[in-house]
């Protein structure tokens, strides 16, 4: 057996803080999480409310936490940053950087002060969030262009018809495709062609707005979402893109393979059962415009 003595001992050397908080947000008791490469100092917390050391929006969050495990009685598990708009980081010691834990609550079966309390074990998993991000940008990028790749599209595509159907909030979408890439692998090699594949992903990312979408969509194949955007506005961005394209890319050009591209643009109709159908209209618009001769821009 280990004496009480020990047990405390115990539980200030847990690694990560374990708090004892009431419904009201009174911080009862704290234990553990003494690194201060990855956790704040809770030293003077006993006594004071979260609404005390956290900003209103975020203590807010965290007294609604506590309700729910309270309420439901089960193991409640969230995941939060704290940074230094949350809390004023300077002034404690410890990390001084944005954190973030993953905080495990559980209703605790006593009252103190009349008060029910949980315990929330906070374990900092900032270097894990971090390489989710990366994981999850990674997944979302083309690698050759550093553009969106296809599943990020259709996905952010979905999220832009819904706002369309709902709110009748417009959304252009460009597709466009490089003319002659295949004679140009063959006469200036692969590593070429690559070369202007990459020029389009930087062309693309000094062209466009934050809220654009750009994506390659596949081979030589390129989509650009221009939400908050009309037919017609789409169409003057995509013939500017076509003069800056032709433009840039005509160091590749040689004397019998001009480099250029087609496009094609169409704007979300109430007609268009899905994004897809968008998506297909741009693709018959793309087709016309190099059914037509190529380097020029055909409305869907
Ligand atoms: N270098 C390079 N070539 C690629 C890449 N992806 C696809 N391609 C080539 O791009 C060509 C695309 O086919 P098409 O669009 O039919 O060829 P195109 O010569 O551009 O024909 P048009 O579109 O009608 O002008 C194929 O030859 C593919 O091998 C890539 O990542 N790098």
Redesign the pocket.
Known sequence: MISIEQMAIVLDTLPDPAFILSRSGKYIAVFGGRDARYYHSSDGLVGLRITDIVENEKADWFLEQIELALDSGQLLIKEYELNSLDINIESIDGPKHSLWFEGRIQRLDFLVDGEAVVLWVASNISERHELEIKLRTLSDTDQ?TGLFNRRKLERDLALHYDAFERYAVPASILMF?????????DTLG?????E??RTIGDICRSELRKTDIACRF????FVIGLPNINLKDAVTFANRLRKHFKLELNRFSTEDIPISI?IGVVTMEPADRSYEETLRRADDALYEA?RSG?DQVRLG
């Open positions: 050759l495709d490089l003319d002659n890439l295949k004679k140009i692998n692969h590593y070429s062609g690559d202007i594949i596949g081979g030589d194949e087609s190099k190529k």
